[in-house]
């Protein structure tokens, strides 16, 4: 990532060719000089990581195959074309069919700096988003629980340590961490993957069904009871009971609960009966149930006991490295769910990525994907179509052609303004404002411009 971003430099002629090399070094590029396109080609190879910059008029294969060449190795290698013919029609065509940037010689040195830059910076963002896409693809193939922090690595690795022991687990983290993803896995790494996975949402469930619903009844336990009902508690045996929002289960339940976890057995509702069950039970709170001051209601004794293992999801703020591989993993999938081409991640979208706070976590990242995915996220890198190499918006890009032609021109006519202002025709007050607007010095031009 450090390295210097490099340039492929094309041009049959040795001084100019010197120059040019010099200029980009200086503005810090690892520049390779070829005195011909063909030699040029036997070298570039489609993970090139940097940008092309070719004369057009060359002896063999001129700058414009040259460039057709390239659009088939890898057709989003930008490829910055220079001339000293100032055919503007060529450059409109070239522009239209790819050419990332066309440049009229002469031209400050600067120019051709900036647009290499512009061109090294397009390039490195595609080439990040090539590598994203492969990571996510090898990351959804191996891996439900996504993350390469250190903290994400070590989570995994105590999950595979416990996920087959029966030790009960409570797993804290905010809203949308993934919390349902760690007690999943905690149920498909281990023997239990055979048994049913029970979720039940203590804070869903009004406390007038929460204990019929965990512990079941005998018919006639009580009015509208008419039928035997097996509870959740014991449907999960021999799987995993999953308890979410473990911090809004009422006070009366949670006595009862804690006698299952102690004693491994139920009393439905309405008998004397006593079932032995073999569960696993995994608990999750949004809360930190440790501390008393937001533990509330919570009985101690319960946290304790469930509190053998306790995992820790961190928020992921706190963990904001792995935002880009989770983010394209999301954006494959929507993409594929939608039926659409995956998008390229623009400038704006990643920006986003890593300045946002993302307090609903994972999930609300994975929604942003979703629009992301549809394009009504605002998102100048969306397009269903594939991308046309771009250099800016059209109406920048006339600009900087505007730009070009009046320096050209005065270029040509050595600063004369009269002389200027007939070869471009048009109006005294529009040339001057044009030339206000482009910061252009028309006294830089007079006598001393001396290269055609
Ligand atoms: N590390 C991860 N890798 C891949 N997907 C994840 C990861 N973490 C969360 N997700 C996905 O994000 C969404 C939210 O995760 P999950 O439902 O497990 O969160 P939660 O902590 O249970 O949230 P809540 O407290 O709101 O119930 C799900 O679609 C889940 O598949
Ligand atoms: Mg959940």
Same mark, same amino acid.
């Given at each position: 990532?450090?390295?210097?971003?490099?340039?492929?430099?094309?041009?049959?002629?040795?001084?100019?060719?010197?120059?040019?090399?010099?200029?980009?070094?200086?503005?810090?590029?690892?520049?390779?000089?070829?005195?011909?396109?063909?030699?040029?080609?036997?070298?570039?190879?489609?993970?090139?990581?940097?940008?092309?910059?070719?004369?057009?008029?060359?002896?063999?294969?001129?700058?414009?195959?040259?460039?057709?060449?390239?659009?088939?190795?890898?057709?989003?290698?930008?490829?910055?074309?220079?001339?000293?013919?100032?055919?503007?029609?060529?450059?409109?065509?070239?522009?239209?069919?790819?050419?990332?940037?066309?440049?009229?010689?002469?031209?400050?040195?600067?120019?051709?700096?900036?647009?290499?830059?512009?061109?090294?910076?397009?390039?490195?963002?595609?080439?990040?988003?090539?590598?994203?896409?492969?990571?996510?693809?090898?990351?959804?193939? &191996?891996?439900?629980?996504?993350?390469?922090?250190?903290?994400?690595?070590?989570?995994?690795?105590?999950?595979?340590?416990?996920?087959?022991?029966?030790?009960?687990?409570?797993?804290?983290?905010?809203?949308?961490?993934?919390?349902?993803?760690?007690?999943?896995?905690?149920?498909?790494?281990?023997?239990?993957?055979?048994?049913?996975?029970?979720?039940?949402?203590?804070?869903?469930?009004?406390?007038?069904?929460?204990?019929?619903?965990?512990?079941?009844?005998?018919?006639?336990?009580?009015?509208?009871?008419?039928?035997?009902?097996?509870?959740?508690?014991?449907?999960? &045996?021999?799987?995993?009971?999953?308890?979410?929002?473990?911090?809004?289960?009422?006070?009366?339940?949670?006595?009862?609960?804690?006698?299952?976890?102690?004693?491994?057995?139920?009393?439905?509702?309405?008998?004397?009966?006593?079932?032995?069950?073999?569960?696993?039970?995994?608990?999750?709170?949004?809360?930190?149930?440790?501390?008393?001051?937001?533990?509330?209601?919570?009985?101690?004794?319960?946290?304790?006991?469930?509190?053998?293992?306790?995992?820790?999801?961190?928020?992921?703020?706190?963990?904001?490295?792995?935002?880009?591989?989770?983010?394209?993993?999301?954006?494959?999938?929507?993409?594929?769910?939608?039926?659409?081409?995956?998008?390229?991640? &623009?400038?704006?979208?990643?920006?986003?990525?890593?300045?946002?706070?993302?307090?609903?976590?994972?999930?609300?990242? &994975?929604?942003?994907?979703?629009?992301?995915?549809?394009?009504?996220?605002?998102?100048?890198?969306?397009?269903?179509?594939?991308?046309?190499?771009?250099?800016?918006?059209?109406?920048?890009?006339?600009?900087?052609?505007?730009?070009?032609?009046?320096?050209?021109?005065?270029?040509?006519?050595?600063?004369?303004?009269?002389?200027?202002?007939?070869?471009?025709?048009?109006?005294?007050?529009?040339?001057y404002d044009k030339l206000q607007r482009h910061g252009i010095n028309r006294a830089d031009y007079?006598?001393?411009?001396?290269?055609?």
């Amino acid at each position: 990532m450090n390295r210097a971003p490099s340039v492929f430099l094309v041009d049959d002629d040795r001084d100019l060719r010197k120059a040019m090399q010099q200029t980009l070094e200086l503005a810090g590029f690892a520049v390779s000089p070829f005195p011909s396109a063909a030699e040029a080609l036997a070298k570039l190879d489609p993970g090139f990581e940097g940008v092309v910059v070719s004369d057009i008029r060359m002896p063999g294969m001129d700058g414009l195959a040259f460039f057709r060449r390239i659009a088939e190795l890898d057709a989003d290698l930008p490829v910055i074309l220079v001339t000293g013919h100032g055919d503007i029609p060529m450059a409109v065509q070239a522009i239209q069919d790819g050419v990332y940037d066309f440049i009229a010689k002469p031209f400050a040195a600067d120019r051709l700096v900036q647009s290499a830059r512009r061109a090294e910076e397009k390039r490195r963002l595609v080439m990040e988003n090539r590598a994203l896409r492969r990571a996510a693809e090898a990351a959804s193939e &191996s891996l439900p629980l996504i993350g390469q922090t250190p903290v994400m690595e070590r989570l995994r690795q105590t999950l595979r340590h416990i996920a087959d022991t029966d030790v009960d687990v409570l797993v804290a983290g905010e809203t949308g961490s993934g919390k349902e993803v760690v007690a999943t896995l905690l149920h498909q790494w281990s023997r239990r993957r055979s048994g049913n996975f029970v979720a039940l949402n203590c804070g869903a469930l009004p406390e007038t069904v929460i204990e019929s619903e965990l512990f079941g009844h005998e018919p006639g336990a009580f009015t509208g009871a008419v039928k035997k009902r097996i509870g959740r508690i014991e449907h999960a &045996s021999g799987g995993t009971l999953f308890l979410d929002e473990i911090e809004a289960m009422p006070p009366a339940t949670q006595v009862k609960m804690l006698r299952v976890l102690e004693a491994r057995e139920i009393t439905p509702l309405g008998t004397n009966i006593v079932r032995p069950v073999d569960i696993r039970v995994v608990a999750a709170a949004k809360i930190d149930l440790g501390d008393p001051a937001e533990r509330g209601e919570f009985r101690e004794d319960l946290y304790y006991r469930l509190n053998v293992v306790t995992l820790s999801i961190p928020p992921l703020r706190e963990r904001r490295e792995d935002i880009p591989l989770l983010f394209s993993h999301f954006l494959k999938r929507a993409s594929e769910r939608f039926g659409r081409e995956v998008p390229e991640i &623009s400038a704006m979208v990643r920006d986003h990525l890593m300045t946002h706070a993302w307090p609903g976590n994972v999930r609300e990242l &994975s929604h942003f994907a979703e629009r992301v995915a549809l394009g009504v996220e605002a998102n100048p890198g969306k397009s269903a179509a594939p991308p046309v190499p771009s250099n800016g918006t059209l109406p920048e890009r006339l600009e900087r052609y505007e730009a070009d032609i009046l320096k050209e021109a005065l270029t040509a006519h050595r600063g004369d303004v009269r002389e200027t202002l007939q070869a471009l025709g048009i109006p005294r007050k529009t040339f001057y404002d044009k030339l206000q607007r482009h910061g252009i010095n028309r006294a830089d031009y007079g006598r001393g411009a001396e290269e055609s």
